[in-house]
Nanobody, 120 residues
C-alpha cells in the first residue's frame, strides 16, 4: 500500500557529508511520523532521528549536532543531512514512515535501506 525508497547512501571519508532521502508513495492519506534508523553489522537496528508532523525532532545522542532530519510534507519526503561522519556511522540506513492510508487504515512502513560506509 505504501512504498518507501531511500537514496543518497555511498562511500565517504571520515569528516565528510552525505544526504539521505526517503520518498513515500502509494495510498497515503496522512503521514504522522517519520524516522531514520540504522543497523551496523552484528548489531541491532537503532534509532537515528525522528520527526513529527509539526517538525518536532529527536536524535540519538551519537548523532546530535552532526545530523539533521527534515521533511517535505507536500512531497512526502524525508531527508537526513549527515556531517562530520565517523567510521562508526557505517551502517545500512532505513527510513520508517507511519500514518493512515486513503482507507484510513494505519500503516507502518520500512524502506529497504541504503548503505552508508565511512572510511578512515
Amino acid at each position: 500500500q505504501v512504498q518507501l525508497v531511500e537514496s543518497g547512501g555511498g562511500l565517504v571519508q571520515a569528516g565528510g557529508s552525505l544526504r539521505l532521502s526517503c520518498a513515500a508513495s502509494g495510498r497515503i492519506k496522512r503521514i504522522t511520523a517519520m524516522g531514520w534508523y540504522r543497523q551496523a553489522p552484528g548489531l541491532q537496528r537503532e534509532l537515528v532521528a525522528t520527526i513529527t508532523t509539526d517538525d518536532g525532532t529527536n536524535y540519538a545522542d551519537s548523532v546530535k549536532g552532526r545530523f539533521t532530519i527534515s521533511r517535505d510534507n507536500a512531497a512526502n519526503t524525508m531527508y537526513l543531512q549527515m556531517h562530520s561522519l565517523k567510521t562508526e556511522d557505517t551502517a545500512i540506513y532505513f527510513c520508517n514512515v507511519e500514518g493512515r492510508t486513503t482507507m484510513f487504515r494505519p500503516f507502518d512502513s520500512w524502506g529497504r535501506g541504503t548503505q552508508v560506509t565511512v572510511s578512515s
